[in-house]
Every structure is written in C-alpha cells, then in structure tokens.
C-alpha cells in the first residue's frame, strides 16, 4: 500500500472513447501531480495542484483535462486521445508543491493503451 | 541547466554481485537527492534520499552518498538479489518547484 490509489490499473480506449482516471492518497499532502511515463522516454510533468488550484500545466493537449476537488482527490479526463497517448499515467502527492524537498509517493499508475 | 545524468542501462549482475549505478548531476544552489525504485507494473517507490552534502541515505541494503565536491550520488548495494531487478530512477528536487528525473536504469538480477 503506497498510500496513493490509483484507479483503474489498466484501461484501453478508442480514439472517440472519453474516460477519466482517478488517483486518490490519504497522506495529509496538499500537492498533487500527474506524469505520464512512455518508453525510452523521461517522465513528464503534466499538471500541479497545490491546495486544490492548478499551478502547472506544461503544454499539455487539451484532450487531457485535469480537476482536483479536493486536496485527496485527483482527476484526469480524457477524450480523443490519440494513439501516441498510450503510456503509463502516474498520479503523486507531496506535502507542499512550493517545497519538494521530501519527496513525491507515487500511485501504481494507469496502464492507458489507446486503439 | 539543471539535469540529472544516469548510466546507460540494463545492467545485468548474478545473484550476490555488488551493485553501483552511477548518478551525477549539476543544480544550482542545495538540491536534495532521491533514489526511487519502479518495480515491473508498478509506480515509483521512494528507496532513499539525502538532503545535505556527506549525508547518506540507506534502505533495505541500498545506500548513496551526497557528494557535492564530485556532484554525485551513486547508489551501491552489496549483495543483489533476484527481487531487486527493477528500474531506478535518481531524482533531483532543487530550488523552488524543482524536480528533475532521471532517465531511468535498468537492473536485471540472474540466479
């Protein structure tokens, strides 16, 4: 148990399908994050929420939408996504985004597999 | 600019062999460094970590230590085992909002 749940584990879709992720952590953190992990690639920062509010969006499509209800509750929808989509989404929490220095906890991730 | 450099992967080792994957990095001002480890299938798990220069961090027979004169923190184990194969990323978090990854190494154990 890491202590951040992420729901589903794995998860195919077509290209005109819309689904969402949900990541959930129960740490008393106020920062939540979305990476998305492909192979022979870096991970890579899409969104940052600190107390709720976006605070980072690094140039992602908009066929990715992100929503943060609450500071345990984290979101990600999508819709037509493309195949060059499919990777493994991590979701991860932190005590504070202005201050990293503790570290992330990580989900398992989201094995997204676009058709 | 601010990057973390890993050693190219797989790294392939027996069963008890010694470990050292090496991690460098160049950062401005006082980053804190991070091993984190991603077993097959799953997230990143946070294996250890320092916060200052000459501090070492150790779990489960992993240890790194904080070298600022050589900007490096290799992670070292003594005796791999088979449950070890996995990938392992150093990660640095630096200034404000700052958080750099490594590319990722590879390690496969054989009996």
């Known amino acids: 148990e890491t202590g951040v749940t992420q729901t589903p584990r794995h998860l195919v879709m077509g290209m005109t399908n819309k689904k969402s992720l949900k990541c959930e952590q129960h740490?008393?953190?106020?920062?939540m994050y979305w990476y998305k992990q492909s192979a022979k690639k870096p991970l890579e920062l899409m969104f940052v929420y600190n107390f709720k509010e976006q605070t980072e969006n690094n140039s992602v499509p908009s066929r990715f939408s992100p929503e943060c209800p609450n500071s345990s509750h984290l979101f990600l929808h999508l819709h037509t996504l493309q195949p060059e989509d499919s990777a493994l989404y991590l979701c991860?929490?932190?005590?504070?985004?202005?201050?990293?220095?503790?570290?992330?906890?990580f989900g398992s991730g989201t094995r997204l597999t676009v058709v | 600019g601010d990057s973390v450099t890993q050693m190219e992967g797989p790294v392939t080792l027996s069963e008890e062999a010694f470990l050292t994957i090496n991690c460098t990095y160049t950062?401005?001002?006082?980053?804190?460094l991070f091993w984190y480890v991603q077993y097959p299938g799953e997230g990143l798990q946070l294996l250890l970590k320092a916060t200052k220069a000459d501090d070492k961090g150790s779990n489960k027979g992993f240890e790194a230590t904080y070298r600022k004169e050589t900007t490096s923190f290799h992670l070292e184990k003594g005796s791999v085992q088979v449950s070890d194969s996995a990938v392992y990323f150093c990660?640095?978090?630096?200034?404000?909002?700052?958080?750099?990854f490594g590319t990722g190494t590879k390690l496969q154990v054989i009996p």
């Open positions: 990660v640095l978090f630096w200034g404000y909002q700052k958080v750099t």
């Open positions: 991860a929490s932190s005590q504070d985004a202005l201050r990293r220095g503790n570290g992330y906890t």
């Open positions: 950062a401005t001002g006082y980053p804190s």
């Open positions: 740490l008393g953190h106020n920062a």
